[in-house]
């Protein structure tokens, strides 16, 4: 007894330490030390991130961890975002809520991503957690403008508020105005996603000027042009500011009253908004341009000259999202004067034009990754590539972390030589080390899953389309790749036998998408049913697989683990292919 | 070990659900082109902790890449056995392909957006532009400019290689001078040109700034040579119009 207490730590003192070891990692490693440390770490884990809603239950995270401060979740598959998963498909938020609601008085920050989202509960939030300061939703959507005018009539403590690219209902602009004239604790508003309709700036204005913590400011498109200049006066220690529409008919005084207030903002390091530029107004940002470590133009319908001069004068920058109007000419100027890039997302103008929108190849490209040093995380959509690019593009740049190439016409060939892609990818894998996020495009064959599964052994998400020729690509994919957690597929000829033959890989993954493909109902009932730690579901919306023939393939296929089991909450299009769908009455 | 038989018609390779601790990275090791030996061989490692002792049997043998080839011919063996749905391999017809691109709806909106707004409010008057010679095509809304010179200025900077040197101070082709227009038409600099609502082809500058804005369909550069064509139709028109 007397050597156990000479070994053993007071709790509190175990409980401080631990205090000081905030990620998730290293907190579940910590747990699994023994069943004091267990006991002691789960009631002061202060921060939960449940990266698939359906993996776990309320109940379950609520009884381990009694004393949770925030909470992350995210619902749909990735595949969402692009209209695969039909709607009314899940990821409902409110059962969180109800049970936090009770378990959870003290919760303050509620982080979620692609979940539908009500207005009830917001008003639920609103009414349940007394300090709540948090609330980001991240492509998430359910809920109008009279949820969020509960969120602000109730959170005094309110710090954060970010709708980023959610989908809102736009009942009114006046929920703002129901932040009591005694609120003052706003820090982060983004509002960028809200509709045309009109937001009330006279309530806007007044929030601002009575909050002088504010530091990031994003507006919706609706505010014109000739507020802005009042709205930066009042808030002139802005880091970041998201504008609203920038066009107006160009006068002197409006420009001059615009490029004063963007002076006077000494901290600001981040722009974004930019929809419906007049390119004659874009000056007035000049003299904040030298500092902007972040731009977001990729709203903004200017041509390649009038980027390439606003580019020209952002050195510090470190983080660029533009549309292909930049052009190759715009990129190598972005090359020569950008050192500090990490990363740049170049999205297309015109995603379903046949003939190109504007001049942008590979060569922008492969300027950018032979003159920014320290890119690091690329999103590229373009209509040309060759090996040869993406080759020196792998061999100049091996701290690429995120590397995503979208080759906007399905199948498409090196335009140099009309061979596959396969040698390309397979560079940027090999010389890559750090890769952690791929997601291919264009002619591929089984050879560049062999390269994948061989090298990109640090790879977590690896998205796939229109690629390979058999059941060998999946398989060199899920028996090589040892960091999977997320893999997703859509028209690939990929069937049972990979599937089936990596079963268990697939517990050790977060999650596997596989739409149009070719695994048959009866492959996807033998997962369900000899893997009980998998969810496996298959979307149908032609009726029930089981009125097919058993070799015939779904449409689509969502495998995820989870120690919950199946859902209740699926659709009629849903099935889930475990054991109890026996007992499921449809 | 019992291997659990279902449903599935699986002839050559006896597939089943696969264990941990597979083999699988020795199929990728070897990289090599053809030829190479992609043999996974993989004896069954019971951890013990999975418990599904009664299925999992794993053989996946991948001789080679013809075993790969040989699982390929099985399978569509198999899927036309059954009267099921298209054959996903097969590539997409030319119309739009559900979630391709892959990008997000309100980007995809914003050009439509673009035009919406504008049209709606402002009556913006968008039109294709093309160059001869040039991969690519542009759009520029005609009411951004009050005048053919700042017309011909963007156009200019869009396509870098049309020069509008022989433009009088007006931006203007001098319809009045004959011999100029045959000059300008005879050398080898580009003209813009453009269809107008009848569906005729006229050289950019034969009318009234405003009346080409409101007739203009579509801007095509050509070289002048090429646009010869249309000069009598174009002093024809202008003459009638008085």
Redo the contacts between chains.
């Keep these: 007894m007397q050597k156990r207490l000479a070994y053993s730590l007071p709790d509190e003192v175990l409980e401080h330490v631990f205090s000081f070891i905030q990620s998730d990692k290293d907190r579940n490693a910590v747990s699994a030390v023994c069943k004091s440390w267990y006991e002691i770490e789960r009631w002061c884990r202060r921060k939960i991130f449940v990266g698939n809603c359906y993996a776990v239950s309320p109940g379950m995270v609520i009884r381990r961890f009694p004393e949770v401060r925030s909470v992350e979740l995210k619902g749909k598959p990735h ?1 969402a ?4 998963v039909p709607d009314g498909w899940g990821g409902y938020v409110l059962p969180w809520i109800a049970e936090m609601a009770g378990a959870y008085p003290w919760l303050e920050a509620i982080r979620l991503k692609r979940m539908v989202v009500t207005d009830e509960s917001l008003e639920l939030i609103a009414k349940s957690f007394k300090n709540f300061k948090v609330l980001v939703l991240s492509s998430c959507e359910g809920f109008s403008t009279d949820g969020l005018a509960a969120i602000a009539a109730s959170c005094k403590n309110l710090r954060e508020l970010d709708l980023r ?1 959610s989908d809102v209902d736009d009942l009114s602009g006046h929920w703002l105005s129901n932040f009591p004239e005694t609120y003052t604790s706003m820090v982060s508003l983004n509002i960028s ?1 809200l509709g ?1 309709d009109e937001v009330s700036i006279s309530a806007l204005e007044r929030l601002v000027s009575r909050c002088p913590n504010l530091r990031s400011l994003r507006l919706n498109r609706a505010v014109p042009l000739d507020k802005i200049a009042n709205i930066l006066r009042l808030a002139p220690q802005l880091i970041e500011f998201g504008t609203g529409a920038y066009s107006a008919e160009l006068r002197s005084d409006v420009f001059s009253n615009l490029a004063g207030a963007f002076s006077n903002c000494k901290e600001l390091k981040s722009l974004s908004g930019f929809w ?1 530029v007049v390119p004659d107004y874009l000056p007035a940002i000049y003299s904040v341009c030298s500092r902007l470590t972040s731009l977001n133009l ?2 903004a ?1 200017i ?3 009038d980027l390439l001069k606003l580019v020209s004068h952002c050195p510090s920058l470190q983080r660029l999202l533009v549309l292909d109007y930049i052009e190759d000419s715009g990129l190598e100027a972005l090359a020569s004067n950008c050192k500090d890039l990490q990363e740049l997302r170049v ?7 046949v ?5 942008l190849t590979e060569q922008g490209l492969v300027a950018v990754s032979l003159g920014c040093p320290k890119l690091q995380s690329v999103l590229y ?1 373009c209509r040309r590539m060759s090996n040869a690019a993406l080759v020196t593009i792998a061999k100049n740049r091996p701290n690429l972390t995120r590397f995503r190439l ?1 080759i ?1 016409e ?2 498409t060939a090196d335009y140099l030589t009309l061979e596959p892609f396969d040698i390309g990818f ?1 560079a940027i894998v090999e010389h890559c080390k750090d890769l952690r996020r791929l ?1 291919l495009s264009g002619l591929l064959t ?2 560049v899953f ?2 994948i ?2 090298y990109a052994k640090k790879l977590e998400m690896l ?1 796939v ?2 690629a390979g ?4 690509g999946l ?2 994919v ?3 790749c040892k960091s999977l957690r997320k893999l997703e597929i ?4 990929f ?3 990979a599937l ?6 697939l517990e ?1 993954m977060r999650s596997l998408w596989m739409s ?3 695994v ?1 109902y ?2 996807c ?3 369900g049913q ?2 009980p730690k998998l969810n496996a579901e298959v979307i149908d919306e ?1 009726g029930p697989p089981g009125s ?6 779904v ?1 689509k296929l969502y495998i995820y683990r989870s120690v919950a089991g199946p859902r209740f909450d699926m659709p009629p299009f849903v099935w889930t292919m475990n054991e109890d769908s026996t007992l499921r009455l449809s | 070990m019992q291997r ?1 038989e ?5 002839k050559e ?1 006896e ?6 601790g ?1 083999g ?2 020795g ?3 070897s ?1 090599a ?1 053809g030829g190479g030996e992609n043999e ?1 061989e993989s004896s069954p490692k019971t951890t013990g902790k ?1 418990g ?1 002792s009664e ?1 999992v049997d ?1 053989k ?1 043998n ?1 001789q080679s ?1 013809e075993a ?2 040989d ?2 011919q099985n ?1 569509e063996n ?2 036309k ?5 298209k054959d ?2 097969k ?2 017809a030319k119309a ?13 909106n ?2 439509a957006n ?1 035009k919406n ?2 049209e709606e409010s402002e009556k913006a008057a968008f039109v294709k532009v093309s160059m001869d010679g ?6 520029v809304d005609l009411k951004m400019y009050n005048s053919y010179h700042k017309l011909c200025d963007a156009l200019a ?2 396509f870098s290689s049309f020069t509008m040197g022989n433009y009088g101070s007006q931006g203007m082709i001098d319809f009045m001078n004959e011999s100029k227009l045959m000059d300008l038409l005879n050398s080898s600099d580009y003209v813009p040109t453009y269809e107008d609502k009848d569906g005729d082809w006229m050289l950019v500058g034969d009318v009234p700034w405003e009346m080409f804005v409101n007739s203009c369909k579509r801007l095509r550069i050509m070289k002048g040579s090429e646009a010869i064509g249309l000069a009598p139709r174009a002093m024809e028109k202008c003459k009638s119009r008085g």
Aim: some cysteine; overall charge positive.
């Design positions: 595949f975002d692009f209209n695969l690219e996603c045309s419906d990729s709203y319908t041509q390649s000259p999205f297309p103008s015109d995603p379903f034009g003939e190109p929108n504007a001049s959509f979208c906007i399905p199948r397979g997601s089984d050879l062999e390269y599964g061989t998205s389309a229109f020729d058999s059941d060998l398989h060199y899920l028996s090589g859509r028209d690939c000829p069937g049972d036998k089936l033959a990596n079963a268990s890989k050790t149009s493909c070719s048959s009866g492959a009932k033998l997962l000899k893997m032609r097919r023939p058993e070799s015939c393939p449409e | 659990t279902r449903d599935l018609n699986y390779t597939l089943c659900l696969g264990l941990p597979v699988g990275g199929g990728g090791a990289a082109a996974v999975r599904f299925t794993l996946l991948l890449k790969g080839m699982l390929n399978l198999g899927s056995e059954t009267a099921c749905t996903p391999a590539p997409p739009q392909v559900l979630g391709w691109p892959p990008v997000r709806s309100y980007r995809k914003i050009m673009q707004n504008s040039a991969p690519y095509l542009r759009k900077k869009m």
